[in-house]
């Protein structure tokens, strides 16, 4: 429903699965001329109600020896909400912290892969990466207390098989470091969706219990019916890879599917909800594409 | 010798920086009730709800009050039942005396379920309260006042309505009595009652019906006065329909316009904005309008026709367009499980009023107010809700109770999101 153009400042970098990707590649960023023109551009272009918003992605902004200009050219280019993608170590000092805020970063993304220090750690390749990331998002809040601005922290959540079965504490560790929103994005094709769902759907649970909403990304609506307005694409669109039964479905076209592998060992188990006519037609009114008596 | 005067306490438990308005009438009217004079004490205690029940009872006792008058909504009405419980085991000769939007509709159950409460007003309660005033100085017999639920013996009886207040300006102003203390941003005026809609969830016109007008005379000087109230920068209206006419709405905004040229602001004036056009939007700013609040509570067209509203989305987009063109923000509320919607209208509404950018989206979720349409028919329409208040909606036939949570968490993310803009 609030939607960010991503502009990302490089390439590399990023807090991913080890295990899953390997070693992340060297950050390289982009030039800042180049990065002030696409900002403007992007600003400029937007036609998004309510905004223009933009997001800061890529490797690590704060690693930009030009941060400072790329968030002015935003702010004069008269973006509404800025984000920044960060894993808020660089917020550990204050000074960075208030800053940022002062400039008018009011959105802060952070990425979690584990719920511990032991699994975060060991899946990002950064012994004390969570520590930092605590620590830093901890500032933060207290300069956003200082400061009197209205700021809004969300976490992203990668989910592969290494840590599925951590999810509700990550999402209990999200909440703790003041999170409002949570994302939990499938990212490892060879994940098993049927039974990551369960953990998925458990940190939906942890999330709702304390006042925090989460947010399924890459799992179609046949496997968590219980929990379809997590995964009902109602606040933006997904996309994803679709089995081939997902052409019978009514749902097809709202639908994010889910990131089938090759192998297409999902095929098995994805069958369209019994309620699919039903749940078709409230999520598209919910999505305007629809009138209210479709 | 002189008799003792009765000692009145009356109390409120408000939201943090309110006072009573309630309060304030049915004080200066029995203030101003000749039958009375000399014979009632009053003393108002304004304070807030969120306050330890027992250290308001504290503040009550102290004041060893004869009758205790207090003001019920469903925000306060578990801490008054609290207050009550306490003050009648500990000064059981004290009349206590309940009314307000909660109470006064369910007066015999609220009677039947509080022993400790000697009787509920019902409606319209300046003169009810004073004609009770007058019964209790002259030894009892409170069942031959109208418009009251009360004890008679064991038994509860409900004595005639009454009807409503002919003539509204025969309420002194408790603004110009002095009786309420003018806070800024925390003030309010209002300048009519009754409310021109029959919104199924909403008990704003109190089922008084027709629009009863308190004189241009009597709203000019109680405007003055808060204007010119010390430290008074803000304050606002409670008319559920500010633009109710639009002469209406001409005349009001000449009486602010001095006013405002001053510096004087207005916040949440509730407005119906399908109404609102650049000429109406410019009398609000030249009014000192900051911002307005209004719905449109859905969008979903079974709920839109349960609760009796219109809605009309373009007329409701050009609204909020005119009043952004004249710098005044808009609040758009939303209303969460309302009989007819399912938790994807409640979605489409959220979404529908982003794409506004009004400045404010707010979401509640509903409460099944006693005297409303939906209380009366929550059984017909699936609506679970929780009989004890604040009454809110446990679930409906469209929505479960999880999906109703999950909405109210999904919308507060949201709602935090489109605020953190620069």
């Given at each position: 429903m609030i939607?960010f153009?991503d502009?990302a400042v490089?390439?590399g970098g990023?807090v991913?699965?080890?295990?899953c990707h390997g070693?992340?590649m ?12 696409l900002i403007t ?9 309510p905004g223009p918003?933009?997001a800061l992605t ?5 690693g ?6 790329l ?5 004069d ?15 550990r000092?204050?000074?960075n912290a ?6 008018g970063?009011?959105?802060?993304r952070?990425s ?5 220090a032991?699994?975060?750690?060991v ?6 990466a969570?520590?930092?990331t605590?620590?830093g998002l ?6 956003v207390?200082?400061?009197g601005?209205?700021?809004c922290?969300?976490?992203l ?5 290494h840590?599925?079965?951590d999810?509700?504490?990550i999402a209990?560790?999200a909440?703790e ?6 994302l939990?994005?499938v990212d490892?094709p060879?994940?098993d ?5 369960p953990w998925?759907?458990?940190a939906c649970d942890t999330?709702?219990?304390?006042g925090?909403?989460a947010?399924?990304?890459?799992v179609?609506f ?11 694409d ?9 089995a081939?039964?997902?052409?019978d ?13 090759a192998?297409?060992?999902l095929?098995?188990?994805?069958a369209p909800?019994?309620?699919?006519g039903?749940?078709?037609g ?6 305007g ?5 479709a | ?8 306490a009356?109390?409120?438990l ?5 006072r009573s308005?309630a ?12 039958k ?5 004490a009053?003393?108002?205690l ?6 330890d029940?027992?250290?308001?009872a ?7 009050p ?5 003001s ?12 009550c419980?306490?003050?009648g ?5 004290c009349?206590?005396?309940l009314?307000?939007?909660?109470v ?11 022993p400790?409460?000697?009787a509920v007003?019902r ?8 004609e009770?005033l ?10 031959r006042?109208?418009g009251l639920?009360v004890?008679?013996?064991q ?5 005639p309505?009454r009807g409503l207040i002919e003539?509204?300006?025969?309420i002194p102003?408790p603004h110009?009595?002095g ?7 925390g003030a ?5 009652r ?5 919104c199924?969830y909403?008990f704003e016109?109190k089922g ?28 606002s209206?409670?008319d559920?329909?500010?633009n109710?006419?639009?002469?209406r709405l001409?005349?009001l905004?000449g009486?602010?316009v001095?006013?405002a040229?001053?510096?004087l602001?207005l916040?949440?004036?509730e ?15 030249d009014?000192?309008v900051?911002s ?11 709920a ?6 219109p809605?009309h989305a ?8 005119a009043?952004?063109?004249?710098g005044?923000s808009?609040e ?5 499980g ?6 994807y209208d409640f979605l489409?509404?959220?979404?529908l009023c982003?794409?506004l950018?009004p ?5 509640s979720t509903l ?13 017909e ?7 004890e ?5 446990i679930?409906t ?5 999880r ?6 968490v999904?919308?507060?993310a949201v709602q935090?999101a ?5």
């Amino acid at each position: 429903m609030i939607d960010f153009i991503d502009v990302a400042v490089g390439t590399g970098g990023g807090v991913a699965c080890e295990r899953c990707h390997g070693s992340a590649m060297p950050a390289e960023y982009m030039a800042t001329s180049e990065l002030l023109g696409l900002i403007t551009r992007a600003v400029a272009d937007s036609r998004t109600v309510p905004g223009p918003n933009l997001a800061l992605t890529g490797p690590e902004p704060f690693g930009h020896p030009d941060l400072p200009s790329l968030v002015a050219a935003a702010v004069d280019a008269g973006v509404s909400r800025l984000r920044i993608d960060t894993d808020a170590s660089a917020l550990r000092s204050q000074d960075n912290a208030a800053g940022v805020l002062a400039a008018g970063v009011r959105h802060f993304r952070f990425s979690l892969l584990g719920g511990s220090a032991g699994l975060h750690d060991v899946l990002a390749g950064a012994p004390g990466a969570l520590d930092a990331t605590l620590t830093g998002l901890d500032v933060l809040r207290g300069e956003v207390r200082a400061q009197g601005v209205t700021s809004c922290l969300s976490a992203l959540v990668p989910i592969c098989r290494h840590n599925l079965h951590d999810l509700p504490a990550i999402a209990a560790v999200a909440v703790e470091a003041g999170a409002n929103a949570v994302l939990l994005r499938v990212d490892d094709p060879g994940c098993d969706l049927a039974a990551a769902v369960p953990w998925m759907t458990a940190a939906c649970d942890t999330g709702v219990v304390n006042g925090v909403w989460a947010e399924i990304e890459g799992v179609p609506f046949c496997l968590a019916p219980d929990h379809a307005l997590h995964v009902s694409d109602v606040l933006r669109a997904r996309s994803g890879a679709k089995a081939p039964a997902c052409r019978d479905c009514r749902l097809d076209e709202l639908c994010g599917g889910g990131p089938v592998d090759a192998s297409g060992d999902l095929l098995a188990v994805l069958a369209p909800p019994a309620r699919a006519g039903d749940l078709a037609g409230a999520v598209s009114r919910a999505r305007g594409s629809v009138g209210h008596d479709a | 010798m002189p008799e003792t005067p009765l000692r009145c306490a009356m109390l409120a438990l408000n939201s943090v920086g309110y006072r009573s308005l309630a309060l304030g009438y049915l004080r200066a009217y029995a203030e101003s009730d000749r039958k009375l004079a000399g014979r009632v004490a009053f003393q108002t205690l304004d304070l807030e709800v969120g306050l330890d029940p027992w250290w308001v009872a504290w503040r009550v006792l102290g004041l060893e009050p004869d009758v205790l008058g207090i003001s019920v909504t469903c925000w306060n009405a578990r801490a008054v039942y609290d207050v009550c419980r306490l003050v009648g085991a500990v000064r059981p000769e004290c009349a206590i005396v309940l009314g307000g939007p909660e109470v006064g509709p369910i007066a015999a159950e609220v009677l039947a379920g509080h022993p400790e409460v000697h009787a509920v007003v019902r409606g319209e309660g300046e003169v009810t309260f004073a004609e009770l005033l007058r019964a209790i100085c002259a030894g009892g017999k409170a069942w031959r006042v109208d418009g009251l639920c009360v004890r008679k013996g064991q038994e509860i009886v409900s004595t005639p309505d009454r009807g409503l207040i002919e003539d509204l300006d025969s309420i002194p102003s408790p603004h110009l009595a002095g009786l309420i203390e003018a806070l800024d941003g925390g003030a309010y005026l209002e300048t009519y009652r009754g409310c021109p809609h029959r919104c199924a969830y909403c008990f704003e016109g109190k089922g008084y019906g027709r629009i009863r007008s308190f004189s241009d005379a009597r709203i000019a000087a109680e405007i003055d006065a808060l204007a010119g109230a010390p430290h008074v920068g803000s304050f606002s209206f409670i008319d559920p329909v500010f633009n109710l006419t639009p002469e209406r709405l001409r005349t009001l905004c000449g009486m602010l316009v001095p006013h405002a040229a001053a510096g004087l602001r207005l916040h949440t004036i509730e407005v119906d904005i399908e109404r609102i056009d650049d000429e109406s939007a410019g009398l609000l700013r030249d009014a000192g309008v900051a911002s307005v609040e209004t719905g449109p509570q859905t969008v979903g067209k079974a709920a839109l026709e349960t609760c009796h509203r219109p809605f009309h989305a373009d007329r409701f987009a050009r609204g909020v367009e005119a009043l952004r063109g004249a710098g005044i923000s808009c609040e758009c509320d939303l209303i969460v499980g309302i009989p007819g919607d399912d938790a994807y209208d409640f979605l489409a509404g959220l979404r529908l009023c982003l794409s506004l950018d009004p400045g404010v989206v707010q979401s509640s979720t509903l409460h099944v107010l006693p005297g409303t349409e939906l209380w009366e028919r929550a059984a017909e329409l699936g609506l679970e809700f929780d009989r004890e208040p604040p009454h809110e909606v446990i679930a409906t036939s469209g929505v479960t109770f999880r999906d109703l949570r999950r909405a109210e968490v999904l919308a507060s993310a949201v709602q935090r999101a489109y605020r953190a803009r620069l």
